[in-house]
């Protein structure tokens, strides 16, 4: 499966960006999928899981309630809704995709390693 992610940019702090990662597979129910994000200095970690059932999601608690992730299968195109955006929330986001279906925190936390990757996209968050 080959991903790239679009939709990256600078935004002021409140305000929004809707990200998207376009798959060359339809990935419900054959791939969990997540976003990730590295800022500068920092390791890669997960925002949002989301397994491969889609009936199970997982958020970072920092992103909990700001940050929405869903899928579109007929676009074969993942979302990350953003918003209220922070400083903190800079860096550059990746979406990945696994064929398993294990607990989605398991990706975001890192107890199961997603194998294939977008090459990212910038977000910056500025005043």
Not at 45 to 74: N, Q, T
Not at 83 to 97: F, R, T, V, W
Not at 104 to 126: E, K, L, P
């Amino acid at each position: 499966i080959q991903l790239t992610e679009s939709g990256g940019g600078l935004v002021q702090p409140g305000g929004s960006l809707l990200l998207s990662c376009a798959t060359s597979e339809t990935t419900s129910n054959w791939y969990s999928i997540g976003w990730f994000r590295q800022a500068p200095g920092k390791e890669r970690e997960g925002m949002a899981c989301m397994k491969s059932s889609g009936d199970e999601l997982y958020y970072e608690p920092s992103v909990d309630g700001r940050f929405i992730m869903s899928r579109d299968d007929a676009k074969k195109t993942i979302y990350l809704q953003m918003n209220n955006l922070e400083p903190e929330d800079s860096g550059i986001y990746y979406c990945a995709a696994d064929p398993s279906g294990f607990p989605a925190n398991y990706y975001c936390t890192g107890m199961i390693s997603f194998d294939h990757w977008g090459r990212g996209t910038q977000v910056t968050v500025s005043p």
